[in-house]
């Protein structure tokens, strides 16, 4: 049986199952919960729809040819 290091990197696949417990559970969701309801994380999450938004728009200018790629110098 292999033992955990955590000064290791590990690998799994999308498929592997993790078993948590109702306490762990709660732990890792009131965490969340409190880095998310901060002030900083709101600004963040609204820069990061901010971002999907215009990135939207530009693939759709892309599309319809409005902008080009930037061709290397």
Known sequence: MATYDPSK???W???DEFVLNGNEFGLLL???RAV???PE???ILLASQ???SI???LAKAVENGI???AEEA
């Open 41 to 43: 994380a709101g600004r």
């Open 13 to 15: 696949t999308p498929n």
């Open 55 to 57: 990135e939207q728009i």
């Open 50 to 52: 901010a971002n999907d």
């Open 30 to 32: 009131n965490a969340l």
């Open 36 to 38: 998310i309801s901060t």
């Open 9 to 11: 990197k590990y690998t």
């Open 67 to 69: 902008v080009k790629e």
